[in-house]
Structures are given as structure tokens and as C-alpha cells.
């Protein structure tokens, strides 16, 4: 034998802990509600079948002791405001402003005051209702609880309702609601406009002298603060006084400016750069002193020429009145020099007294300029204030006019009271010509569908309590693991089978044996045959028919001609020697502890191809001994003589030893037994396993129940109808065991529990 993996790919994939889903899906499908359905069909139907009969025995009983009959009348509400007799229109409302004025007839409708003023009104007393109670509180607090009063959809009507026992009664008590409703309405609503009409008139009052106070704050402050005439009616002197001097002013500044650039021109030159006007010049030649040295000039020149008349031109004398006039000469061009630079000096100083006089009248108009300024804000101030106390009479005059016409439209409602009203009646109560309560039209529908609802739902609920396993889905679903076949419950067999344990022996043409058949041929299929060479067939917890698995299992691969060793691997109830005749008392105890070969203990059985090993004496240390050195030795020898070799191991949640068998062979067969083991139990039981690497070739389901919408109902019903009669009527082989058989007699839960529950 071989436990090394291979690389061929495996025909039921074994799920692994990577791609196995942490949380087991337990959304019910389609085709589990349809399950569902089918397999509580009945349940389904008398749930329904009792409540509408409960519905419709309600009703009946209803309707002849207590029917309720009711009456409705309709108010319509127009607006919360009087009609305005000025108005040829209504002014529009919001739609929240009429939801809530709504709400408030609404409250006005259920007050309790009105209430008490309708049980005293003498039609309602006149009534059987009425009359039927003694206790005016307990008639008040019916007609609070039972009266119906609501808003119509998308409308401004309100329906007013109330329910008696006598068709007559219920009309005259909405009727008397509703007028008396209506009076009050009025009354409230005359008096609101009445009081509203006396504040409004102290608004006018109020307002009258607030105009007359500001018509004579008016004259004092014209009186007082504008002294100016002209400035009320839009004469402003002072502001067309400070535009001139401004513009003067400007002018002014641009002169003055152009005299101190001709200043700062004349002032940066030279003196001799200076030029002189031809004016200047010919001043300076008027002067008396130039004019003086020029007359000297000239007489010493003309008597020059009569010396050189008289002496001769190279005289002495005309030598010394030569050096006169070259000194007469100097002096004067001295004083035209002087003259020049005092003219020169004159024109700068002209320049600059010029642009000082010109600063000096621009200063002095600026301040001229300022106080005008100051005096037109003073005026502008004024004039603002007289235009806000111009403004207030305006709007009080305004107010007053529109005060005046609220008044007079209030006048005129408060004179004609139909005008204050604005909730009308649209429709009277009259008696109900059939009951309102019950209705049967209502009532069978909602039992039906109440029905349906529990029903279904009961059904539903049911299965999703129930946490056992029912199905191979159930399997693959919560446990995650592949299955291999299904074995249906003996009570739905057609043919007599005494021992399920040997089915497939003893009733080869039944419907569990051909089920132990489609097992072998799934086990086959789901590896190599060097894969499962040696394997445990074992459970969770005890009475779950691993035994019975374990036993048709080897009958059924023995009869596909392969050499088969059953091995009754659990020492805490060994069951095989109750099925086997032959079986020997010693066995793989014997050999676990190095008592023998194998080959000394196994049986022969009737059967071909099928020896069985007895588990021998009950060991102290089971688990000790299954893994020691002589089991590995067990298995290698049996899986060179036989081709399969199953071993029946105990409940893998209760015993350690069928977790060290499970390690020991190829693989492990889980049984689940219908209906009996609960999801829990089987996850914990492939934990168990795969946290050990044990591979689990797959799962199989026992006891399997015939039920609708389940297993087998059509499959075995189908089954039995493809087969001829008389192959069906075939004399059986004969069993392997007798009622006390040889061996031990104790019994085996496993088998008892089977025998029990399938037989």
C-alpha cells in the first residue's frame, strides 16, 4: 500500500480548507423552498384550511352579535381667512398653511368639550346608543374612541365617521357633530374677527397721531435747522456758492503752480545766463546814470575831433583826452554791467514775490473753499434728516390708508356673520345600508392570505429550525464534503428485507442493495485503486448505521470480483461476528499486540471474494495499539493479498482510536444518518479529520426517507416498475447468520438502532 499523493486528477474533488467558505451557506433556494413545500404539504394545508375557517366562523359570529354600522359626512374647509369683500380673487394659500389649518378643525372636531356638548344635544339623546349606557363617561369615552375623523387625500374636506349597532343611530350623532361644530366654528371665528377689528382700529388711531407728530417735527425743523430759504424745495445757495470758489480755486492752484516752475527755472541759472527783454535793456539805457556817462562820453568824443582839427591828431593833449574818454568808456560799460545784473536779480526776485502772492491767494480761497465745504455737509445733514421724517409720514400715511380699508372689510364681515365661516357641509350622514363591521369581503381575503402566510411560513420556519441532516444537499451544503451515494430507509422497500446489514447479499434486487452498488462504483471512480486500497468506515456519533455501510459496502465489492477484507476495527462494540457465523473470537487485537499472523484470524465467509477479521478481545488501550509499528505491518500484508480492505471503526467524536485508524489507511467513508445527525456533528467530525490530513473519499447518507418533494419517492417507485416481476420474485440467497449465530451475542447499538429504525 501506498499513501504518497499521484498526480492523477480525482473524479470527486476533495474540497480543501483554502476554497471551502468559512461560513456554511444556509440561503434556502427555489428549489429548497419547493422541497419544503412538497414535504409539509399537509402541515401547509391544515394551517390554512383552520385559520380561513376561523375567518370565516369570525365573521359569521360577528356580524350576528356585534355589527357595527357607520354614517359619514363631509366638511369642506375654503380657507382660513374671512372672504375679503374688496377682493375679486382669493389670495393663494400654501399647501402647508391649509394642511395645518386643516389639522386644526381636525383637533376642533375631537375636542372633548364638543363631545360633551353632543351627548347633551336632544337628538343624540334620543338615540338607542344612548340610551344603551347609563355612565356618561363611558358614552364619552366611546364616542372619543370610535369617532373617525380624518382628512380626504390631496383635498381640504374632512370625512367625519362613527359606527353603532342600529343603522338610525349613527347618522344623527355625526349630524349633531357636525352642527354643533359648525355653530362653534362661528361663534369662534366672529369672535376672532370682533377682537381683530378693535386692535386694528387702535392700530389706526396710533398710527394718526404718530403723522400728526411728524408733520409737526416737520415745521420746527424747518423752522429751527433750515434757516436757508430755498433749500426745502431744491434751492441749494450755499452749494452752488462752494461749486464757484472750487473752481476758482483750481484755477487759481494751476497759475500758481506755472509761476513757481518760472521761478525754479530763473532761480537754477547762472546770472550772466540770464536774458534780458528788449524792454529791460532799453530801461537800463533810460537809466540817469548811463545816460549821464554817454552825454560825458559823447561831448569828450566831439572835442576829439576839434583838437585834431585844431592840433593835429598826434598832439600831447589829445593823448590825455584819449585816456579820459577810454576811462569815461570803462565806467560806463561798469554801470550798464551793474545795471544788468541788477535788472537780472529784479526778474528772479519778480518771480518769486509773483508765485508767493499767487501761494497766498490760493491759501486763502482754500480756506474759503473748506468752510463752504463744511457748511454744505451741515446742509446736506439737514436736508437728510427733513427727507427721513418726509419718508416716515410717507409710510405712516401708507399703513394708515391700508389699516383703514382692513378696517372697513372687517366691518362689513363682522355685519354679515355667513361671511366669517369659511368651513362649509358638502354632504349629510344617512344609515348605512349594510354592516361596516365585519366585512366579509375583507375578512375570507385576509384569512386566505393569513393562511398562506402561517402556513408556508410555519413550514419554513420548521426546516430552518431543524439543524439535521435530511438530504445529500444538506451534506454538500454545510459539510462540504463530496457524496457518494444515498441509502434509502427500509420502511419504503417494496421488497421484505429481514437484516438491512446484508442487503445486498440477501436482497440483491432491491432498492438499498442497487444503492450500496452506486456507492462501490462512486468510490471506485473517485481515485486510483492504489489510492484506497485500505479503508475506515466510521460515523460522528454512534447509532448512524456505519456498521450496515461498512458491511454492504465489502458485499458489494466483493460481488464486482475484487478480493475484499472486513474488519471489525471497533473494540468498544465489535458487531461483525453477529452478521458472520465463522467469524473467529480472536482477532486484530491478537495481532496488534504481535499474537499471530493475520492470515490465522481471518475468516471465510458463504460470500466469494469476502473474508471478515473479527476485532478479537476488547484491548485496555485501543488507541495505543492502532498506532503501533504492527498495524502498519497489518495493513501492508492484507493489501498484498486482498484488493480492498474495510475496516468498521467506531464514532469519530467519541473515541481517539478512530482518529489514529483513520491516519493508519487511505482514506475515510463518513455515514450520516437521515434526520438523526445534526450539521454541527458532521462539521466537527470533518475538522477532526482534515485537521489530521485525513482525506475523505466522500459521505453517505442513511436512512434516507420517502417524502414529497424528498428522495426516492419516484426513484424507487420508478425503479421497481423497470424491472420484471419475475426477477423481483427470485428466491434470495441464503443469510450468513442465524438469530443466535455463533460468536458473541452482545449486541451492537449501531445494528439494534438500524434493525429498529429501518427493519
Known amino acids: 500500500m501506498t499513501t504518497m499523493p499521484v498526480s492523477m486528477q480525482h473524479r470527486i474533488p476533495i474540497p480543501s480548507q483554502a476554497t471551502r467558505p468559512q461560513q456554511p451557506a444556509v440561503a434556502l433556494s427555489l428549489s429548497d423552498v419547493f422541497r419544503i413545500l412538497m414535504q409539509r404539504m399537509f402541515l401547509i394545508i391544515f394551517i390554512f384550511l383552520f385559520i380561513v ?86 358614552l364619552l369615552q366611546e364616542l372619543s374612541r370610535n369617532l373617525g375623523v380624518g382628512q380626504a387625500p390631496n383635498a381640504s374636506i ?97 497759475y500758481q503752480l506755472q509761476l513757481k516752475a518760472a521761478f525754479d527755472n530763473l532761480r537754477g541759472l547762472d546770472p550772466s545766463q540770464v536774458t534780458l527783454s528788449p524792454q529791460m535793456v532799453q530801461l537800463i539805457e533810460q537809466d540817469p546814470q548811463v545816460v549821464s556817462l554817454q552825454q560825458t562820453l559823447l561831448n569828450l568824443r566831439n572835442y576829439e575831433m576839434s583838437l585834431i582839427r585844431q592840433v593835429g591828431p598826434n598832439h600831447t593833449s589829445l593823448q590825455q583826452l584819449r585816456n579820459q574818454i577810454d576811462s569815461t568808456e570803462k565806467s560806463l560799460d561798469q554801470v550798464r554791467q551793474r545795471k544788468r545784473e541788477e535788472a537780472r536779480q529784479y526778474q528772479v526776485n519778480s518771480a518769486e514775490a509773483a508765485w508767493l502772492n499767487a501761494l497766498q491767494a490760493q491759501i486763502q480761497l482754500q480756506e474759503r473753499v473748506d468752510a463752504a465745504k463744511a457748511e454744505q455737509r451741515d446742509v446736506d445733514r439737514k436736508l ?40 362649509n357641509r358638502i354632504s349629510q350622514a344617512v344609515p348605512a345600508l349594510q354592516p361596516s363591521f365585519p366585512r366579509w369581503r375583507h375578512n375570507i381575503p385576509a384569512g386566505v392570505l393569513l393562511g398562506l402566510l402561517a402556513g408556508v411560513g410555519l413550514a419554513i420556519l420548521l426546516e430552518v429550525v431543524d439543524t439535521s441532516i435530511k438530504t445529500t444537499r444538506d451534506i454538500s451544503r454545510h459539510a462540504h464534503i463530496p457524496i457518494l451515494g444515498t441509502v434509502p430507509d427500509i420502511d419504503d422497500e417494496e421488497l421484505p428485507i429481514d437484516v438491512v446489514e446484508l442487503a445486498a447479499y440477501t436482497a440483491p434486487r432491491s432498492m438499498v442493495a442497487e444503492a450500496f452498488r452506486s456507492i462501490r462504483t462512486n468510490l471506485l471512480l473517485s481515485a486510483p485503486a492504489e489510492r484506497q486500497r485500505a479503508l475506515l468506515v466510521t460515523s460522528a456519533k454512534p447509532e448512524e448505521g456505519k456498521s450496515a455501510v461498512s458491511i ?37 487485537s491478537q495481532i496488534l499486540i504481535g499474537q499471530g499472523a493475520f492470515e490465522e484470524y481471518v475468516s471465510n465467509t458463504e460470500l466469494p471474494n469476502l473474508d471478515v477479521l473479527g476485532s478479537g478481545p476488547v484491548p485496555p488501550n485501543p488507541s495505543e495499539l492502532l498506532a503501533g509499528s504492527y498495524m502498519r505491518d497489518f495493513i501492508q ?58 482525506r475523505i473519499f466522500g459521505g453517505v447518507l442513511n436512512a434516507a426517507q420517502v417524502t414529497r418533494g424528498g428522495y426516492f419517492r419516484e426513484q424507487i417507485r420508478s425503479y421497481y416498475d423497470y424491472q420484471p416481476a419475475e426477477s423481483l420474485a427470485q428466491q434470495a440467497p441464503p443469510a450468513l447468520l442465524t438469530k443466535n449465530g455463533s460468536g458473541s451475542d452482545e449486541p451492537d447499538d449501531d445494528a439494534n438502532d438500524t434493525k429498529q429504525d429501518n427493519a
Open 637 to 694: 500484508q492484507a493489501s498484498e493479498r486482498y484488493d480492498q480492505i474495510i475496516f468498521d471503526g467506531p464514532p469519530v467524536l467519541l473515541f481517539s482510536d478512530a482518529m489514529v485508524l483513520a491516519g493508519a489507511t487511505d482514506g475515510v467513508i463518513l455515514v450520516c444518518r437521515a434526520k438523526a445527525t445534526s450539521r454541527g456533528v458532521v462539521q466537527r467530525a470533518r475538522d477532526m479529520l482534515e485537521r489530521a490530513n485525513v
Open 552 to 588: 454492504n459496502l465489502a458485499i458489494s465489492l466483493a460481488q464486482n470480483n475484487r478480493r475484499v477484507l472486513l474488519v471489525d476495527a471497533n473494540f468498544h462494540r465489535p458487531v461483525l461476528r453477529n452478521f458472520f457465523k465463522k467469524t473467529r473470537a480472536e482477532g486484530l
Open 384 to 423: 437728510a434728516q427733513y427727507q427721513m421724517l418726509e419718508e416716515q409720514q410717507h409710510l405712516l400715511e401708507e399703513k394708515y390708508r391700508r389699516v383703514s380699508d382692513q378696517i372697513n372689510a372687517l366691518q362689513m364681515v363682522t355685519r354679515d356673520r355667513q361671511d366669517v365661516v369659511r368651513v
Open 158 to 254: 374632512i370625512v367625519i365617521s362613527f359606527s353603532t349597532k342600529v343603522p338610525e343611530d349613527a347618522p344623527r350623532i355625526v349630524n349633531a357633530i357636525v352642527r354643533l361644530y359648525l355653530a362653534r366654528v362661528q361663534d369662534m371665528s366672529f369672535q376672532r374677527y370682533a377682537g381683530e377689528l378693535f386692535k386694528v382700529q387702535e392700530q389706526e388711531g396710533d398710527l394718526s397721531r404718530q403723522i400728526q407728530q411728524i408733520r409737526n417735527e416737520k415745521e420746527t425743523f424747518i423752522t429751527s435747522h433750515l434757516g436757508a430759504p430755498g433749500l426745502t424745495s431744491g434751492l441749494n445757495v450755499s452749494g452752488e456758492m462752494w461749486r464757484s470758489l472750487a473752481l476758482q480755486t483750481a484755477e487759481l492752484e494751476a
Open 53 to 138: 375557517g376561523s375567518a370565516v366562523g369570525l365573521t359569521f359570529w360577528l356580524q350576528q352579535n356585534h355589527p357595527r354600522y357607520t354614517s359619514r359626512a363631509a366638511v369642506q374647509v375654503e380657507s382660513p381667512f374671512a372672504k375679503d369683500p374688496f377682493a375679486f380673487t382669493e389670495r393663494p394659500l400654501q399647501g402647508d398653511l391649509m394642511n395645518r389649518y386643516v389639522s386644526d378643525q381636525i383637533f376642533l372636531l375631537r375636542d372633548e368639550g364638543l363631545l360633551r356638548e353632543v351627548l347633551n344635544d336632544s337628538e343624540v339623546m334620543a338615540t338607542q346608543w344612548y340610551r344603551s349606557e347609563e355612565n356618561k363617561t363611558l
